[in-house]
């Protein structure tokens, strides 16, 4: 799916990743096996995403950042309560940022008070897991 970073003021560069994780992996040592590869229909593929919080000039009074992630019509994406969102290694809490799913749109909004103490390039991990459903080609 597609992912979004937006960043506005004007702050550093980031970059984001997006890895997925085959919860059960084919064994592919044996080509006449009849497991298939790849995900099959209700498997839970994890999903992680890394990037930066930005670091914003001092002068800045409106301090946003939001992670958006597009899943494809083929995942069920999770709720969001299940969505970890950990920056430098520790979970946030409501306080500290909102994760909302609408649709197929997993989105992360950091509050303004937690960017003020929180940002230059501190590493935000995002994890989740989506099923697998019937759309998926």
């Not at 969505?83 to 197929?104: E, F, L, M, R, Y």
Request: aromatic share 6%; glycine share 6%.
């Amino acid at each position: 799916g597609d992912i979004i970073a937006h960043l506005y003021a004007k702050k550093s560069e980031v970059t984001l990743t997006k890895e997925t994780t085959d919860p059960s992996p084919e064994d592919q040592s044996n080509p006449d096996s009849n497991k298939g590869n790849g995900l099959g229909l209700n498997e839970t593929p994890s999903f992680k995403i890394t990037t930066t919080i930005p670091s914003y000039p001092e002068t800045d009074k409106e301090l946003k950042f939001t992670i958006t992630d597009t899943l494809e019509p083929g995942l069920t994406p999770p709720d969001a309560k299940d969505v970890k969102v950990q920056v430098d290694g520790v979970d946030i809490t409501k306080d500290d940022a909102t994760v909302t799913v609408n649709g197929q749109v997993i989105t992360i909004d950091f509050t303004q008070d937690f960017l003020k103490n929180h940002s230059a390039k501190r590493d935000v991990v995002v994890t989740y897991k989506a099923t697998l459903n019937d759309k998926a080609t």
